[in-house]
């Protein structure tokens, strides 16, 4: 009888151990088995630095978004291009395409801050590509408005998604905010 006693509570704490350690693995799994892709268009590099960030983190594979024709090095000319392509809903033709789209669970959707919306090469990638039933995370770099509209957008253009909540990185800081990209998507689940 003492014997039984004995062995009852042992066998309780390996079966709390195991229980605890099982969604752990469970997660890291789950987390595994979702192929993710990140998208993004960058002009300077910032929002290149922070997909690069999210790649690191989560391993996923990346894209990044190029027009056809670049848009100007001159940063005033670019702003006001770019003022001027999303006040006439412009959609700049792009280089090339996600041949795979469908493969992916998870889709990283990153921008620079551009007029307080995404950046027209965003826009026109998720024109032309149907994200129907994926998870989209959006992102954006910024120089002091946040995320705006950028994530809102976003979701528009992807209405059949499951659209994460979103974040934004100073474009001055992309380059050391590995400590809050991890934060980020530590609290969204990946």
């Not at 042992?10 to 195991?18: E, S, V």
């Not at 350690?21 to 892709?37: G, H, I, R, W, Y």
């Not at 090095?73 to 033709?93: F, H, L, R, S, T």
């Not at 090339?96 to 469908?102: A, E, F, G, P």
């Amino acid at each position: 009888m003492k014997v039984f006693f004995k062995i009852i509570p042992a066998a309780l704490i390996l079966l709390m151990a195991a229980l605890l350690v099982l969604p752990a693995n469970a997660q890291s799994a789950d987390k595994k088995e979702k192929k993710m892709l990140v998208v993004y268009y960058s002009h300077s590099g910032n929002t290149r630095e922070i997909a690069n960030l999210i790649q690191k983190e989560t391993e996923a594979d990346t894209f990044e978004i190029q027009t056809e024709k670049p848009y100007p090095k001159e940063y005033n000319d670019v702003v006001n291009q770019a003022k001027e392509e999303i006040n006439k809903g412009c959609k700049p033709a792009l280089k090339s395409k996600v041949n795979n789209l469908k493969d992916y669970d998870v889709i990283f959707v990153g921008s620079p801050n551009w007029w307080s919306t995404i950046a027209p090469p965003v826009t026109a990638f998720l024109s032309e590509n149907d994200l129907s039933g994926k998870t989209v995370v959006p992102f954006c770099t910024h120089g002091g408005g946040g995320m705006a509209g950028c994530a809102a957008d976003i979701a528009k253009l992807t209405p059949k998604s499951v659209v994460l909540e979103g974040a934004a990185f100073s474009g001055s800081r992309a380059g050391g905010a590995q400590k809050d990209v991890a934060a980020w998507l530590k609290k969204i689940g990946m």
